[in-house]
C-alpha cells in the first residue's frame, strides 16, 4: 500500500470503494497525479502593490477622459478594498477581477423571431465518409462506474487519442441537446434503445475524430437530457391513453391537463431555439467551424429549463401513479403531494388537482344535487348495484288491492332499494374528504334518490330549487365552500325525507296501528274479537274457513272504537291461517296481519312485520290464558257463594276444626315422646316440650264425638243438595260422593231408618 498522501486521502474519500481495491486505488492515484504533472500552477506575484499598479495601467490606456476617471476610482476602491480586515486572500481577489476584466464580451447575435427545428448545420459528405472510414463510430459513453473500472492501458489509449483533438463546439451540441429535450436523439448525443418497454434508457456519446467531449460536458448533458427522458414518459402515456377506450374521465382530465403542460414546455422549446444563433457560413461552407459566440450556451440552458425540470418530475410521477389507480383514488394520489414544504410543489398540486378534479366535482353536483349518479367508468366513490339499477318501485294505483303484493319478491321491496342498490366505496373517497363527511354526501344523494324514485314527490320541483339556491359551483381550491354547500344539502334532502314519510305517507299513523292491533293495545277491539272468535279458533284448524275469521274482524271493528281510526288502517287489516299441521286447532293457526305497500315498506319491512307477528302470537296467547283464568275466577267466586249458603256447611267446618286439634295434639305427643327417648339414649335432638296433658285430649275427644255426628248428617245434606244442583262440576261432586261406601252404607241406615218412621206413623 503507497505511503499516505493528501492525494491519495482525497482519492479513497471520493471513491469509497479504493479502500478494499488496492489496484483501482493505485490506478486512479496515478491518473490524478498525471494530471497534475501535466498542468503545474502558474507562479504568480503575490505583491498586491504590483498587481494593483498593473490593473491601474490597464485602465488608463488611451487617451481620453473615461480612462483617467476610471483609473481614479480604482485607486480610490483599492485603498479602500486593503482596509478591509474580513477579506483575508486580496491578492487572490484581485487575481480574479482582473481575469475577468480580460475576457472579451461575446458579439450579440441576430435572433429570429420563427426559427425551424432543422438538423444541425450540413457537413460534406466527403467528410463524413472520411470521418468513419478513419475512427467509425465509437460509443465511449459515459464515465465508467468504480465497480467496472478500466485498465491503464485502456486510459493510457484514451489519452493519446485525446491529444491534439480540440472539444467539440458548443453550438453542435446545443442543437443536440435540444432535440435530446424533445425525446429525440441528435448526432452526437442520443438515447439507446430499451430492451423491453419497462427498462429505462441510457445516454450514448459519439466523439467524431477531431473533436472530444469533454466529462464536465457529459455531466452538463447528462443532467439536461433528464428532462427529454421525463417528457417522453409522459408523452407516451398520453398516447396510450388517448388510445384506451376505457379510460376514466379524471384520466382523461389528467391527460388533458398534461397535454396542455407539454404546450407550454414546446413554447418554451421554440424560444430556446429562437436563441441559438446560426452563422451564414453554415450552409454554404461545411468545413469552417462556426463562431461560438451565440446567446444560447449550455449552461444558460440549465438555468431557463429548471423550472420545467421539477414540472416534469411531478408529472411522471403522477403518471406512475395513475398507471396502478383510477378515479377518486387517482385524486387521492395526488392530493398527498400537496403535503409537501416547497411551495412550487403545492402550486403545481394545487394546479394540477384543480383541473383533474372537474370530473368528480361534476358527478358530485348531479349527486347531492339531483340524486342521479352518472359515473359510466366507476370512478365515484358511490357505486350502483347493477342488478338492482333499472328497478324501481311503482306504487299500486289502488290503494285497495293487496292481492298481488310481494309478488315481485323481495327485490323490489323498499329495503332492499335502499340499503342494496347503491354503495359506499371507501377505496375511491379522495383524501380531503374525509369518510364522515363521504358518508353524509352518500346520504344525501341517497335520500334525494329515493324521494324522487320511490316517493313519486310530486313536490320535488321545490326541493330541487332550494337545493340549487343553496349549492354554488364546487371546486378544490374552495373546500370550506364545498363542506357548507354539502352541509346544506344535507338539511334540506333529510328534511324533505323525513316530511314525506310523515305528512304525505302518514308513517305515525302506520306505527300507532301496529302498536294497537298487533301488540293488542287497543284493549276493547282485542277482548270483542276474543269473544268472537273463541268458538271458531276451539275448532280444529282444518274446519276453519278465512270468511268466518274475517267476518268475526269486520264485527270487532264496528262494534269498538276501531271504527273511528282512519279507512287507510282498517284496510289494511286482515285476519289469515298459518300452515297448519294434523292435530292443531284453530288458537295454533290464527294470525292477524297488517299490510304495507311502497314506500313504507322501508320502514315497516318484511324483517319487521314478520317479528311483529312473533309478538302477536304470543300476545295473542296470552290473551287467552287471561281470558280464561278471567272465567275461572268467576266461576269460582259464584261457587263459592253458593256452598256458602249451605246451612249444614257450618258442622262440617267445626268437625273439620276439632280432627285439626286433634291430628296436633298426636303429633305434638309423639315429638315429645321422641325427645324423652333420644334423652335417655344420650343423643341430644331437641328440648322436649311440654305435654298438654290428658284433659286437652279428653276435651278434643268429645268435640269430635259430638261433631262427627253433627258432620255425617251435613255430609248427607251437601250431597242430596249438590245432587239438585244444575252445575255440572257439582254434579261431578255428587256422583264422587255418591259411590263412597261409608256414606252409602249411611244413606241405606238412614233410609231405613226413613222407612221404619214411616211404617210406624200408619
Known amino acids: 500500500m503507497p505511503p499516505a498522501t493528501p492525494l491519495l ?87 480574479f477581477l482582473q481575469s475577468l476584466a480580460s475576457v472579451s464580451p461575446p458579439e450579440p447575435a ?72 424533445q425525446g429525440i436523439s441528435g448526432k452526437y448525443v442520443h438515447f ?50 388517448e388510445g384506451n377506450v376505457s379510460a376514466g374521465l379524471i384520466k382523461q382530465s389528467l391527460c388533458h391537463h398534461l397535454q396542455s403542460q407539454l404546450s407550454e414546455y414546446f413554447r418554451l422549446v421554440a424560444v430556446l431555439e429562437s436563441q441559438m444563433a446560426q452563422t451564414a457560413g453554415d450552409e454554404t461552407d461545411s468545413t469552417s467551424l462556426p463562431r461560438q459566440d451565440s446567446g444560447l450556451t449550455l449552461r444558460r440552458l440549465e438555468v431557463w429549463v429548471e423550472e420545467w425540470r421539477l414540472r416534469m418530475r411531478m408529472m411522471s410521477v403522477c403518471v406512475e401513479g395513475c398507471k396502478e389507480t383510477s378515479g377518486g ?114 346520504s344525501t344523494g341517497k335520500s334525494l334518490n329515493f324521494i324522487r324514485y320511490s316517493c313519486h314527490d310530486s313536490d320535488w320541483v321545490t326541493t330541487r330549487n332550494k337545493l340549487s339556491n343553496s349549492g354554488k359551483v364546487l371546486r378544490y381550491s374552495d373546500i370550506s365552500g364545498l363542506e357548507r354547500s354539502i352541509d346544506a344539502a344535507y338539511r334540506i334532502a333529510s328534511q324533505r325525507l323525513f316530511d314525506v314519510f310523515f305528512e304525505k305517507f302518514k308513517l305515525r299513523t302506520h306505527l300507532l296501528a301496529c302498536k294497537n292491533y298487533l301488540l293488542l293495545s287497543n284493549g276493547d277491539f282485542a277482548d270483542h274479537l276474543m269473544d268472537n272468535l273463541t268458538s271458531n279458533l276451539s275448532r280444529p284448524a282444518n274446519h276453519l274457513s278465512r270468511h268466518h275469521l274475517t267476518g268475526a274482524l269486520e264485527t270487532s271493528i264496528s262494534a269498538t272504537n276501531s271504527r273511528f281510526d282512519p279507512p287507510d288502517v282498517l284496510r289494511r287489516l286482515d285476519a289469515r291461517m298459518l300452515a297448519y299441521n294434523h292435530g292443531e286447532i284453530g288458537w ?53 257463594k253458593v256452598i256458602f249458603r249451605i246451612p249444614a256447611f257450618e258442622a262440617m267446618l267445626q268437625f273439620k276444626e276439632a280432627t285439626d286439634d286433634l291430628y296436633k295434639y298426636s303429633l305434638g ?9 333420644d334423652a335417655e339414649r344420650g343423643v341430644y335432638t331437641a328440648p322436649a316440650t311440654r305435654s298438654l296433658g290428658k284433659e286437652h285430649l279428653s276435651r278434643t275427644l268429645r268435640l269430635v264425638e259430638q261433631f262427627s255426628v253433627g258432620f255425617s248428617k251435613a255430609a248427607m245434606s251437601v250431597y242430596s243438595d249438590v245432587n239438585a244442583l244444575e252445575d255440572q262440576e257439582c254434579k261431578t261432586l255428587s256422583v264422587q260422593l255418591g259411590f263412597s261406601d261409608y256414606y252409602t252404607s249411611k244413606r241405606q241406615i238412614w233410609k231405613q231408618q226413613q222407612q221404619s218412621q214411616d211404617s210406624r206413623a200408619s
Open 110 to 181: 441576430p435572433r429570429k423571431y420563427l426559427p425551424s427545428l432543422g438538423a444541425p448545420p450540413p457537413q460534406s459528405r466527403e467528410r463524413a465518409s472520411s470521418l468513419r472510414q478513419t475512427s467509425g463510430p465509437r460509443t465511449n459513453g459515459d464515465v465508467p462506474s468504480p465497480a467496472q473500472p478500466r485498465t491503464k492501458a485502456e486510459l493510457l489509449k484514451e489519452h493519446r487519442l485525446n491529444q491534439g483533438r480540440q472539444n467539440l463546439p458548443e453550438h453542435l451540441l446545443l442543437r443536440d441537446v435540444l432535440y435530446l429535450l
Open 192 to 241: 439507446s434503445d430499451a430492451q423491453t418497454p419497462g427498462d429505462e434508457r441510457s445516454l450514448v456519446f459519439i466523439d467524431p475524430s477531431r473533436y472530444v467531449i469533454p466529462a464536465p460536458t457529459r455531466e452538463l448533458i447528462h443532467r439536461l437530457s433528464e428532462l427529454g427522458h421525463l417528457y417522453s414518459r409522459v408523452s407516451s402515456f398520453i398516447q396510450a391513453s
Open 588 to 640: 295454533d293457526v290464527f294470525l292477524l296481519e297488517y299490510k304495507v305497500d311502497a314506500p313504507i315498506d322501508t320502514v315497516l319491512d318484511p324483517a319487521s312485520m314478520e317479528k311483529y307477528s312473533i309478538l302477536f302470537k304470543y300476545l295473542w296467547r296470552m290473551k287467552r290464558l287471561e281470558t280464561v283464568l278471567r272465567e275461572s275466577w268467576m266461576k269460582l267466586a259464584c261457587g263459592s
Open 669 to 677: 305427643e309423639a315429638a315429645r315422646l321422641d325427645s324423652e327417648k
Open 329 to 442: 383514488a387517482l385524486v387521492s394520489l395526488i392530493h398527498t403531494y400537496t403535503d409537501n414544504g416547497d411551495p412550487f410543489v403545492r402550486q403545481f398540486t394545487d394546479a394540477l388537482l384543480e383541473e383533474v378534479s372537474k370530473p368528480f366535482f361534476s358527478t358530485l353536483h348531479r349527486w347531492i344535487y339531483f340524486g342521479e349518479l352518472h359515473d359510466p367508468f366507476l370512478e365515484f366513490f358511490v357505486a350502483v348495484d347493477p342488478n338492482l339499477a333499472d328497478q324501481q318501485y311503482v306504487q299500486s294505483s289502488n290503494a285497495l288491492d293487496f292481492t298481488s303484493e310481494r309478488s315481485k319478491g323481495k327485490a323490489d321491496s323498499g329495503l332492499r332499494l335502499w340499503k342494496g342498490k347503491y354503495k359506499f366505496r371507501l377505496e375511491m373517497l379522495p383524501r380531503f374528504l374525509g369518510e364522515e363527511f363521504g358518508r353524509k354526501i352518500f
Open 9 to 95: 486521502s482525497l482519492v479513497q474519500l471520493l471513491v469509497p470503494q479504493t479502500r478494499s481495491n488496492p489496484k483501482l486505488r493505485n490506478d486512479l492515484v496515478e491518473k490524478a497525479q498525471a494530471i497534475l504533472d501535466e498542468h503545474p500552477a502558474p507562479s504568480v506575484e503575490t505583491d498586491v502593490s504590483h498587481l494593483g499598479g498593473l490593473m491601474k495601467r490597464q485602465l488608463q490606456q488611451g487617451s481620453s477622459a473615461t480612462a483617467a476617471m476610471n483609473a481614479q476610482r480604482f485607486t480610490n476602491l483599492l485603498s479602500r478594498f486593503l482596509d478591509q480586515d474580513v477579506v483575508t486572500q486580496k491578492h487572490a481577489t484581485l487575481l
